[in-house]
């Protein structure tokens, strides 16, 4: 029952992080590396401010800090023309010395001691347990991130952003200024991804320098697998698939760790082979065909 | 209404491959005028529209459009003013955005601010109605994706984003070449609707010379970065394809003359 619920929760604030992912990789069509910074930056901002004692202030900020995070790395692929993968490493990397400064030079930092949104929701509805708490605030926060991602994308902005990615060449041929469209693009997905980085120390009640390691993959792992189960691509089911290949990734890493096969050190791994699979079969299917086809040729000559 | 004065691009300048693209061009258009441009492949034609949209900077000359400079405009702020449809169907719209999507992109972005939104019931009636006018079906599929269409269709698509806002200039480059011929018949009649109707200043490349005199107002051939002839619509009337190849021949074999004579000495 706690894996159930605790799933829930995660995949739910998980969610927010895998629909900035989904606008960074299936709108903008680039792996973002910036992803594993900005998620940390997020949570140490918040971590930080939450200790100062202004819980809502540092959800803000966290969101402010991965928005300036994936500015940055839009500036780098179009102003200085550096290749987007290497652009978002580049961020990723000069980021981790950030995010240690960010939190005074300590590689982790509890809140055990400090007002957070959780417990601040907890000491104003008494008769709510931890577990509902938690859950209204992950329910929220997704759901907001989502109907404002789903506008957003409905607006001129929104628009000509998906066309960017779509067709860049049309779209500098028309009259749309394509860095502009490619920064705001990366900086409205990274603020997502800080944002949930920031909800997660809450949640967690701790920060840790290595939180990002490896959360691009669990995000694009999430996003393979909400495609699978949603195929509409009408803007809001696209980002609502989002949610639901998070929460599935969840429950399919809750039961792996519950299986006695695979001890908690094998979490990335696994993720790691979701996403080979998932971005495999295209080309195995490719393959079948071909030989499909082959072999169905062969059988034509030999009855010839 | 477009001026280019001595336009000159030079590509990979100072190695082997340097190569002249543009050599000097001077050109008038005035309000209202549909020029078809011919030429050989290389000639400098496509080279031309890109110096006019901006694709690269011209090494020397102006470019300037109902009275504006354009020479060191960005390309963006030039696509305000012009609309360009390619030979490649792929070129001109978003595949993975529906029809409805795509012509919001084109109508919205010049009629309304950042944060509206794209598309409304009223602009949803009115691409309606222009899409019916063709005649072609496409009112009726709005919310198909422009990838899944024919490339005549597509290219339907993409000539009435480039004029939705009327643009002071319209450049065809080989817009109706990937077509098969009835689909690229249709095509143009719809672009010379539209075209008059509006009294669109155009540009068009094309390598049919008999249409090419046919069409617009008035007929230019380029060859080596430079035009060569400039027919205003009464030299064009009795003009027919085999004088326009002989008087082509000719300017050719005057240049090889020279060449021999220059390599002979």
Same mark, same amino acid.
Request: net charge positive; with cysteine.
């Given at each position: 029952m706690?894996?159930?619920?605790?799933?829930?929760?995660?995949?739910? =604030?998980?969610?927010?992080?895998?629909?900035?992912?989904?606008?960074?990789?299936r709108v903008m069509n680039i792996p973002d590396l910036t992803t594993e910074g900005s998620f940390t930056f997020g949570l140490a901002a918040s971590a930080m401010i939450c200790a100062a004692g202004h819980p809502v202030l540092a959800v803000i900020i966290s969101s402010l800090a991965g928005a300036a995070a994936g500015a940055f790395t839009g500036l780098l692929q179009t102003k200085l023309d550096i290749h987007?993968?290497?652009?978002?490493? =580049?961020?990723?990397?000069?980021?981790?010395?950030?995010?240690? +400064?960010?939190?005074?030079?300590?590689?982790?930092?509890t809140?055990?001691?400090?007002?957070?949104?959780?417990?601040?929701?907890?000491?104003? +509805?008494?008769?709510?347990?931890?577990?509902?708490?938690? =859950?209204?605030?992950?329910?929220?926060?997704?759901?907001?991130?989502?109907?404002?991602?789903?506008? +957003?994308?409905?607006?001129?902005?929104?628009?000509?952003?998906?066309?960017?990615?779509?067709?860049?060449?049309?779209?500098?041929?028309?009259?749309?200024?394509?860095?502009?469209?490619?920064?705001?693009? =990366?900086?409205?997905?990274?603020? &997502?991804?800080?944002? &949930?980085?920031?909800?997660?120390?809450?949640?967690q009640s701790f920060a840790d320098i290595n939180s990002g390691v490896?959360?691009?993959?669990?995000?694009?792992?999430?996003?393979?697998?909400?495609?699978?189960?949603?195929r509409s691509r009408r803007i809001f089911f696209c980002f609502l698939s989002a949610i639901v290949g998070s929460l599935v990734y969840r429950y399919i890493i809750a039961l792996a760790m519950k299986s006695p096969f695979f001890p908690a050190y094998m979490l990335k791994l696994i993720s790691a082979v979701i996403v080979?699979?998932?971005?495999?079969?295209?080309?195995?299917k490719k393959m079948s065909a071909a030989r499909r086809l082959k072999a169905a040729n062969r059988g034509g000559s030999d009855n010839a | 209404m477009l001026e280019i004065e001595n336009a000159v691009k030079v590509f990979e300048r100072g190695t082997p491959n340097e190569h002249t693209a543009l050599a000097g061009v001077n050109l008038k258009v005035e309000e209202g005028e549909f020029i078809t441009v011919l030429g050989s492949n290389g000639a400098g034609k496509s080279t031309l529209f890109n110096a006019i949209c901006g694709n690269f900077l011209l090494d020397k000359g102006h470019i300037r459009l109902g009275g504006k400079d354009l020479t060191f405009m960005p390309e963006h702020k030039r696509a305000r003013m012009i609309g360009r449809l390619f030979q490649d169907?792929?070129?001109?719209?978003?595949?993975?955005?529906?029809?409805?999507?795509?012509?919001?992109?084109?109508?919205?972005?010049?009629?309304?601010?950042?944060?509206?939104?794209?598309?409304?019931?009223?602009?949803?009636?009115m691409f309606r109605e222009k899409l019916a006018g063709f005649e072609m079906g496409l009112e009726d599929r709005m919310d198909t994706k422009v990838g899944l269409l024919s490339g005549g269709q597509r290219q339907v698509v993409s000539l009435l984003m480039s004029t939705i806002v009327t643009p002071k200039l319209l450049l065809l480059d080989e817009h109706t070449a990937a077509l098969d011929p009835a689909t690229a018949q249709k095509v143009m009649q719809i672009t010379n609707d539209i075209v008059y109707s509006r009294h669109i200043t155009t540009l068009m490349i094309t390598h049919n010379?008999?249409?090419?005199?046919?069409?617009?107002?008035r007929t230019i051939m380029m060859d080596a970065g430079n035009i060569?002839?400039?027919?205003?619509?009464?030299?064009?009337?009795?003009?027919?394809?085999?004088?326009?190849?002989?008087?082509?021949?000719?300017?050719?074999?005057?240049?090889?003359?020279?060449d021999r004579i220059l390599l002979g000495q």
């Open positions: 706690t894996l159930l619920i605790g799933s829930l929760q995660l995949g739910l =604030l998980y969610g927010v992080m895998v629909m900035g992912i989904y606008i960074s990789f987007p993968v290497l652009a978002g490493i =580049l961020t990723m990397s000069g980021l981790y010395s950030i995010n240690l +400064f960010v939190m005074k030079g300590a590689s982790n930092v809140l055990l001691n400090s007002r957070t949104l959780f417990t601040m929701l907890m000491s104003a +509805f008494p008769s709510l347990s931890k577990d509902a708490v938690k =859950l209204i605030i992950a329910i929220i926060a997704a759901g907001l991130v989502l109907l404002a991602l789903t506008f +957003f994308f409905k607006t001129s902005l929104g628009l000509a952003i998906r066309a960017t990615g779509d067709n860049a060449d049309m779209v500098s041929a028309s009259s749309i200024n394509v860095n502009a469209m490619k920064i705001t693009a =990366l900086a409205i997905a990274n603020a &997502c991804i800080g944002l &949930c980085g920031g909800l997660i120390t809450q949640y490896g959360m691009l993959v669990v995000g694009l792992a999430s996003v393979i697998i909400g495609e699978a189960f949603i080979t699979i998932a971005l495999a079969v295209p080309a195995a | 169907p792929m070129r001109g719209t978003a595949p993975n955005l529906s029809i409805e999507e795509n012509l919001a992109l084109s109508y919205s972005k010049s009629t309304k601010g950042m944060f509206r939104m794209a598309v409304n019931k009223k602009d949803r009636l010379m008999a249409s090419a005199l046919v069409t617009g107002t060569i002839f400039d027919f205003g619509q009464e030299e064009r009337q009795h003009m027919t394809v085999q004088d326009l190849l002989s008087m082509y021949s000719d300017k050719k074999k005057e240049e090889f003359d020279n």
